[in-house]
């Protein structure tokens, strides 16, 4: 699976959209993106996933470049309850259906009031 | 509610225990999977099972066991010859036994071995 880059950490002021970055510059074609995050001391939550076409759901939407080498996770109106740690994961299902994510450090974002 | 529930929250063991970690989901989902996570740091995956009875290592499955005897539960046995036992550790489940589909998480059990 593709390795990916995020920054450690970002603030972000509340009511605010937040823009989340991610490189994943050696993703192949047949590779998703994905996004989870995950609360202090709390298992992760799934946000959101895409392959080339842009995203939208209830939480979030996810911005994929036309190359496909980086991406934008965007929480339209940020609020305290936002303050987690965002984990932007590549991969892609290997034939047999072997699986399970790759989680990196993530980036801490914190809603400032 | 449908979700995926693990128990206890914190567990304290001496070392050199074996100590089990439950895990139990009601979601109907096929895959289920261990992760562990330490301060700071991302998730490694430890063991995965995409059906009952079956189950494949992870990234790090020295020092565990798990097994798969029912669909709903998934539970994972950290024996004595992991050497650093001590962190968080989350369940996860998934419908399908392949392509994508997002994993549901428990809420973890944080493991302190002194």
């Known amino acids: 699976d593709a390795k990916t880059t995020q920054p450690p950490s970002m603030d972000c002021a509340e009511g605010r959209a937040a823009n989340l970055p991610c490189n994943h510059s050696t993703i192949s074609g047949n590779e998703y993106v994905y996004w989870y995050r995950q609360i202090h001391s709390q298992g992760p939550q799934y946000i959101i996933h895409?392959?080339?076409n842009n995203e939208t759901n209830e939480m979030a939407s996810l911005i994929i470049t036309e190359d496909r080498k980086s991406s934008t996770l965007i929480l339209p109106h940020a609020t305290l309850r936002d303050t987690a740690v965002y984990y932007c994961?590549?991969?892609?299902?290997?034939?047999?259906?072997?699986?399970?994510?790759?989680f990196g450090k993530g980036t801490h974002l914190i809603i400032q009031p | 509610d449908g979700g995926i529930t693990q128990s206890p929250k914190y567990l304290f063991r001496k070392e050199g225990q074996n100590v089990t970690l439950s895990c139990e989901q009601n979601l109907n989902h096929d895959a289920m999977y261990w992760y562990r996570q330490d301060p700071g740091q991302g998730l490694r995956l430890i063991y995965y099972?995409?059906?009952?009875?079956?189950?494949q290592k992870g990234d790090i499955a020295e020092g565990y066991s798990v097994s798969r005897e029912k669909k709903e539960s998934f539970p994972l046995t950290v024996t004595s010859a992991q050497k650093n036992p001590t962190a968080f550790y989350l369940c996860?489940?998934?419908?399908?036994?392949?392509?994508?589909?997002?994993?549901?998480f428990g809420p973890g059990t944080r493991l302190t071995v002194t």
């Open positions: 099972s995409q059906i009952v009875n079956d189950f």
């Open positions: 994961i590549v991969r892609s299902t290997p034939p047999g259906g072997a699986d399970g994510l790759t």
């Open positions: 996860a489940s998934r419908s399908g036994t392949g392509g994508f589909g997002e994993q549901y």
């Open positions: 895409g392959l080339k």
